[in-house]
C-alpha cells in the first residue's frame, strides 16, 4: 500500500547525506532542500512569517490585537523552567489540561525556545492532549443546532471556533514531539515551523476565549466532537499523512470557512466578533503555506509527484475534502486546486477519456479504408 512505502521512504530510507541538522537560527536554516520554485509556486509571505519578531498580541484591543497585560508568576516560573528541549516543553504542553494555561504555555515555550537557543531534543506525545472535563465531547451528529445550543449565534460560532484553534495548538505540538526522534532527517526548520504555528493557534485560542467572556459564555458551554483529533491519529506514525491531513486539509478548511463566518457574524450584527474571525483567517494562509512547503520538500526528496502522492494518501486514510472551497485563498497559500478539487480530477479523467475516443475513432476510420481498399482491389 502507499502509506507502507511512505512510511518507509519519509523517514528510514530517506537518504541521510542529503539532511544536514543545524542549530536554530531564525533566518535561513535547512536540512530537507527547500521545494524548487519553478516546479511549485510558494507563498511569498513565508519567509517574512519566519523571520518575524515574536508575536506578544495576545489582547483584543478596541483597536485590533496588542499586547497582553503581563502574565503572572504562576506563568512566568512554570514547570516549562526545567525544559531543556522545545519537545520537552510540546509534551508538556501536550499534557495540561486546561485551555488557557495551555494556550499561554504554548507561547512561553515558543519564546523560550526561541531566546535560549535550545535544542529540538526528542520526547513522546501522550497518547491524547489532556484534556478539560468539559466541553463535553460527543459524535458530530450529537452536536447541537444553535437554536438548541443555549448560546446565541454569534457565541456559538465562536465557541466552534475556540475548539477548532485548542485542537490546533495540540495539533501543532504533536507534530514537534511525535516526530522529534527524526530531528537529524527532517532539520530543525520544520520543527521551527510547526512550533511557530503552535504559538499562533495559541493566540487565536486567547483571542476567542476573551471574546467569549465579553459576551458571558466561555469554552465548554456546549458540548464539542472530537472529530479533529481522531482524524490526526490516522496520520501518527507517517509524518508525509500527516502534512497532507493536518496543514492541507483541515487548516485548508479553515481558509474556506473563514470568509463565510465573517459575513454570519457581521449579519449577525457582531462586528467585534466578526473582526476577530477574519484576522484569524488571515493568519491561517501561513500554515497552509508551511504545509505545502514541507509536503512538497518531502516528496521532492522521495522522487514522488506531489499532486499525485497528495490525491493517493486521502483516498487510502479516507479523508474527505469538500468545498465550497476559497480558491483565492488556497492559491494564495501555495494549494494548488488541482491537488484536491475533485471536479479538476473530472475534467481530466473527461480529457484523457476523449483523448483515448479520439484514437479509437482514428483506428476504426483507418480500418475502415483499409477494409474498402481491400474491396476496391
Known amino acids: 500500500m502507499l502509506s507502507t512505502a511512505l512510511?518507509?521512504?519519509?523517514?528510514?530510507?530517506?537518504?541521510?547525506?542529503?539532511?544536514?541538522?543545524k542549530l536554530p537560527s531564525f533566518a535561513s536554516f535547512s536540512s530537507l532542500q527547500p521545494p524548487q520554485q519553478h516546479q511549485h509556486p510558494l507563498w511569498p509571505g513565508l519567509q517574512s512569517w519566519r523571520d518575524s519578531s515574536l508575536n506578544h498580541n495576545r489582547f483584543w484591543g478596541p483597536s485590533g490585537p496588542e499586547p497582553e497585560t503581563p502574565i503572572g508568576p504562576n506563568y512566568q516560573n512554570s514547570q516549562l523552567d526545567s525544559a531543556t528541549s522545545l519537545a520537552e516543553m510540546g509534551a508538556?504542553?501536550?499534557?495540561?489540561?486546561?485551555?488557557?494555561?495551555?494556550?499561554r504555555l504554548s507561547h512561553l515555550a515558543y519564546s523560550k525556545w526561541r531566546r535560549d537557543r535550545l535544542p529540538i531534543g526528542a520526547s513522546q506525545p501522550p497518547d491524547r492532549p489532556a484534556r478539560p472535563s468539559k466541553p463535553q465531547l460527543v459524535s458530530p451528529?450529537?452536536?447541537?443546532?444553535?437554536?438548541?445550543?443555549?448560546?446565541?449565534?454569534?457565541?456559538?460560532?465562536?465557541?466552534?471556533?475556540?475548539?477548532?484553534?485548542?485542537?490546533?495548538?495540540?495539533?501543532?505540538?504533536?507534530?514537534?514531539?511525535?516526530?522529534?526522534?527524526?530531528s537529524d532527517l527532517l532539520g530543525d526548520k520544520f520543527f521551527s515551523d510547526f512550533a511557530h504555528v503552535a504559538d499562533d493557534e495559541s493566540r487565536h485560542f486567547a483571542w476567542c476565549s476573551q471574546r467569549l467572556a465579553e459576551l458571558g459564555f466561555s469554552y465548554g458551554d456546549m458540548p464539542a466532537h472530537n472529530l479533529l483529533w481522531r482524524e490526526s491519529e490516522k496520520s501518527s506514525d507517517d509524518v508525509v499523512a500527516r502534512l497532507a491531513v493536518i496543514p492541507l486539509v483541515q487548516e485548508a478548511r479553515g481558509l474556506d470557512a473563514g470568509p463565510r463566518l465573517v459575513q454570519k457574524l457581521i449579519g449577525f450584527g457582531d462586528v467585534k466578533t466578526s473582526k476577530v474571525v477574519a484576522k484569524i483567517a488571515e493568519e491561517e494562509v501561513a500554515?497552509?503555506?508551511v504545509g505545502v512547503y514541507w509536503f512538497v520538500a518531502v516528496c521532492?526528496?522521495?522522487?514522488?509527484?506531489?499532486?499525485?502522492?497528495?490525491?493517493d494518501l486521502l483516498k487510502e486514510y479516507n479523508v474527505e475534502v469538500k468545498g465550497p472551497f476559497n480558491y483565492t485563498a488556497r492559491e494564495e497559500a501555495g494549494l494548488p486546486r488541482d491537488w484536491?478539487?475533485?471536479?479538476?480530477?473530472?475534467?481530466?479523467?473527461?480529457?484523457r477519456l476523449s483523448k483515448v475516443h479520439d484514437r479509437l475513432a482514428h483506428i476504426i476510420s483507418m480500418e475502415k479504408e483499409n477494409s474498402n481498399l481491400n474491396k476496391t482491389n
Open 7 to 21: 512510511r518507509s521512504a519519509s523517514l528510514a530510507s530517506l537518504p541521510i547525506h542529503s539532511f544536514k541538522p
Open 92 to 103: 508538556m504542553i501536550l499534557s495540561t489540561s486546561d485551555p488557557i494555561t495551555k494556550s
Open 141 to 182: 451528529k450529537e452536536i447541537p443546532a444553535p437554536k438548541n445550543s443555549g448560546l446565541p449565534l454569534n457565541a456559538y460560532m465562536l465557541h466552534n471556533l475556540a475548539h477548532v484553534e485548542l485542537n490546533a495548538i495540540d495539533l501543532a505540538w504533536d507534530t514537534v514531539v511525535r516526530f522529534s526522534p527524526y
Open 287 to 289: 500554515h497552509v503555506a
Open 300 to 311: 521532492q526528496q522521495m522522487g514522488r509527484a506531489p499532486c499525485p502522492t497528495f490525491r
Open 340 to 351: 484536491y478539487d475533485p471536479l479538476v480530477e473530472i475534467e481530466e479523467d473527461k480529457e
